[in-house]
């Protein structure tokens, strides 16, 4: 008897929306395009089933009764729990920016199409199998400055053993630096290796996520590792070895 392709699980997402309807559809349209959606009116809700089923991703509105979507989004992050993309009608860049320095993956303003919110957390996984199974791409381990890279666990460890935790976002953009050692990259660059043909990424998420990997590098490490070139982009600054 012929053995059956294995199927891989389907990705578990929740919705967290105050708007009952908006909250229906985005639930409905993710759901006939194969994911195991769930969803959330509020952070209590939110919580509760983030402790009954195996969240990959939330799709998080910023504006929430109770605690808000920011709140939400920093706590998330610090216990280094699913990939975040933030919605929420408050579009300016600065609303962006703290999104991400929160630790959010991807940031849309309101309104966004069924169809494009599909397309960035079809993103969003995309980076999150590049970054546990495939990058950096070269190796499965590499080192520099007493740091430790296990790619395949997408780990990060601290000349003292202690795990660091890092974002998706962070995680594709530490990659591209270690596969660019000592090199000045462009943004335009370090979007095209650690992001490959994603669309719609702003420029500035780039900035915004250097900044945090620089300040959890540091905190471990009195040498400048990443280096602002002015004018001209980011230098990993250190010698990578792959063991």
Request: charged share 25%.
């Amino acid at each position: 008897m012929m053995a059956q392709p294995s199927v891989l699980p389907a990705r578990h997402i929740l919705v967290v929306e105050d708007d009952t309807q908006l909250r229906e559809q985005v639930t409905a349209y993710l759901a006939d395009h194969g994911y195991q959606v769930h969803a959330a009116a509020d952070a209590r809700a939110m919580d509760r089933m983030l402790a009954q089923a195996p969240i990959d991703l939330v799709v998080l509105d910023l504006m929430l009764p109770g605690e808000d979507g920011l709140s939400i989004c920093r706590r998330l992050s610090a216990d280094g729990g699913p990939a975040i993309i933030m919605v929420s009608a408050m579009g300016e860049e600065i609303d962006r920016v703290l999104g991400l320095e929160l630790g959010a993956d991807d940031y849309l303003p309101k309104p966004c199409s069924p169809r494009e919110l599909l397309a960035r957390v079809r993103a969003v996984f995309r980076r999150l199998e590049e970054a546990r199974g495939g990058a950096p791409r070269k190796g499965k381990a590499y080192q520099f400055q007493g740091f430790v890279v296990d790619a395949l666990r997408r780990q990060l460890r601290a000349p003292n053993g202690a795990t660091i935790l890092l974002t998706s976002g962070e995680f594709s953009l530490l990659s591209a630096f270690l596969d660019h050692p000592q090199r000045i990259l462009s943004r335009d660059q370090l979007l095209d290796i650690a992001r490959g043909n994603d669309a719609d990424v702003f420029d500035r998420a780039v900035d915004v996520q250097i900044s945090r990997l620089r300040r959890k590098l540091h905190a471990c490490s009195d040498t400048e590792i990443i280096k602002t070139v002015r004018g001209a982009g980011y230098m990993f600054d250190v010698a990578v070895t792959r063991p």
